[in-house]
């Protein structure tokens, strides 16, 4: 992972987390904002302009990949690089959690 990559990306923006998170299965980006709605019931709403630039900035580093359109929606999933961003993001995630709990005792 190259020094730009690792600037931008970690830690990561929570819609960052949430698209690079669902196109761990093919998604098109309406199908995103509604399954990220869905998981944070409602709490995270993900507006059009923020997603497409989003998913326009990723695709563009290398983090997910165009795979087809269907009915002219463009169908996008997690590239290799999209992988190791969000496996450092979640390792991140999961020391704070750890360290808040240990701080509760």
């Known amino acids: ?14 819609t ?4 690079l998170l669902c196109l761990r299965k093919e998604m098109h980006g309406y199908s995103i ?3 990220v709605a869905e998981m ?3 709490e995270v709403r993900l507006s059009p302009g923020t997603m497409y630039g989003s998913l326009s ?3 563009k580093d290398g983090l997910i990949r165009f795979v087809r359109e269907e ?3 463009k169908i ?3 590239a ?10 979640m390792h991140r995630i999961e020391r704070l959690y750890r360290n808040m709990m240990e701080a509760r005792q």
């Not at 992972?1 to 929570?14: D, F, G, Q, S």
């Not at 290799?80 to 993001?89: A, K, R, S, W």
């Open 1 to 14: 992972m190259n020094a730009h990559i690792r600037k931008v990306y970690v830690p990561m923006t929570e």
């Open 16 to 19: 960052g987390f949430y698209i």
């Open 33 to 35: 904002v509604q399954t």
């Open 40 to 42: 944070t019931g409602g």
């Open 57 to 59: 900035k990723m695709e």
């Open 71 to 73: 009915e002219k929606r």
């Open 76 to 78: 996008y999933a997690i």
């Open 80 to 89: 290799p690089l999209g992988e190791e961003v969000l496996g450092l993001e």
